[in-house]
């Protein structure tokens, strides 16, 4: 039998919709904890009609919202939120991804939950924070990387920055909000309380800066950050190079640089005067570009490069599209690609857990409830409510059900 998962045990009521809260309750919800989802309307979360969508069923929704269970009710009757409020002592953690200030208005502001669960952690994700002066604005994910001064640096340095086609800023932060979450559920068994959490993609994005930020500062008006298509600003040979068939992406530090001559056979670069440093290398990025690719091109096609990369151990990788990615043995074989089966969309991959547990492994057995399918279990169990009174708060349409499928909202 297998042991209790690290936050088996925990209730987590969960307010969030689109990616980035989403992600934290789905990464709580793997880790064991009972993650209750809850969606204000019979239609649920807006992402439920993103993806491919069959019998009511969306492949966004389930990757974003397995491990969850659905409790569908209407926030507008003074009924639901009293019967939301009633939950809190039982409550471990509240998720929310509101614009900053409307949790509050609904009731469940994290002020007014303290008050009813003084052990309670709430985190609430945002695109800006929940203070300052830009933290009024509601936002997605490229918002954040735009103030935080990323989207300037991607695409080439004669056009228009591009835009980004990952949700690299929402996943990121979901992850960060969970780690905080679980710091937060740390802290808690020590102290005995709770606390409020506040997770912003702006705040995320501007984490990610690995060298600029310093150098800005020490260098004020002297040095900024400029795009640099498919070489890297400040080290070389770093980027995209295209060899006979595809791309290679080569990373190559100083201490690795007599490795690259080694597998081109050309140990007079390590001579050259325009290539001895990375500082020199950065200054001739185009020229040292034109000679890498003659050489790749010079092979048979794009593997009998990585071969003679691979054999002196030189950084390198294939650039791979999706379908290729996802093919690969070694992520197959990590679960980092895993096959699930749904009752709706049949078989299908998602994304497995980016850290991989000693003690339990990646879950392929995930579910995503459909609108309200859960609402009798959650109130039984919860509140300890009867059929009866759970069927008297569906009449009343306080509790909702995901409307019945047909064949017009299926593709």
Excluded at 28 to 40: F, W
Excluded at 383 to 403: C, F, N
């Amino acid at each position: 039998m297998e042991k209790p998962r690290m936050l088996e045990g925990y209730r987590v009521l969960d307010f969030t919709h689109f990616v980035a809260g989403p992600t934290c309750t789905r990464i709580l919800g793997e880790m064991g904890a009972d993650v209750i989802k809850v969606e204000r309307s019979p239609d649920g979360d807006r992402v439920r009609v993103l993806g491919i969508v069959r019998d009511g069923m969306s492949s966004y929704y389930v990757q974003h919202n397995h491990s969850k269970r659905s409790l569908a009710v209407d926030l507008r009757k003074a009924k639901g939120r009293d019967l939301l409020l009633s939950m809190i002592p039982k409550i471990d953690v509240v998720v929310e991804n509101f614009a900053p200030g409307v949790i509050a208005k609904m009731g469940f502001g994290y002020e007014a939950l303290s008050k009813i669960n003084p052990r309670i952690v709430m985190c609430s994700v945002s695109v800006a924070g929940q203070t300052g002066p830009l933290s009024y604005k509601p936002g997605y994910d490229y918002l954040g990387a735009s103030y935080a001064g990323v989207i300037d640096q991607l695409g080439e340095p004669d056009h228009t920055p591009i835009t980004p086609p990952l949700a690299i800023g929402d996943i990121s932060t979901g992850v960060a909000a969970a780690m905080a979450v679980g710091f937060a559920l740390l802290n808690r068994e020590r102290s005995g309380e709770g606390q409020y959490l506040d997770a912003s993609l702006l705040d995320t994005y501007f984490h990610m800066h690995e060298l600029s930020v310093p150098v800005v500062s020490l260098r004020p008006g002297r040095w900024s950050p400029k795009r640099n298509g498919s070489l890297h600003p400040t080290g070389a040979p770093t980027g995209v190079y295209r060899s006979k068939q595809g791309y290679v992406f080569l990373v190559v530090q100083q201490h690795e640089i007599g490795r690259l001559w080694r597998a081109m056979k050309r140990p007079e670069l390590a001579e050259d005067p325009r290539f001895r440093t990375n500082r020199d290398r950065v200054k001739n990025q185009e020229a040292l570009r034109e000679i890498i690719e003659q050489w790749m091109q010079s092979l048979p096609d794009r593997d009998s490069a990585l071969r003679e990369l691979d054999a002196q151990r030189v950084p390198c990788a294939p650039v791979l599209k999706l379908e290729e990615s996802m093919a690969q043995p070694h992520l197959r074989e990590r679960k980092t690609v895993r096959r699930i089966k749904n009752e709706a969309l049949g078989e299908f991959d998602l994304p497995g857990m980016p850290v991989k547990f000693s003690r339990w492994p990646d879950r392929t057995d995930v579910k995503a409830s459909r609108v309200g399918a859960d609402n009798a279990a959650i109130l039984s169990e919860v509140l300890g409510m009867t059929a009866a009174e759970i069927e008297e708060l569906h009449r009343e349409q306080v509790l909702l059900t995901a409307p019945p499928v047909s064949p017009t909202n299926a593709s």
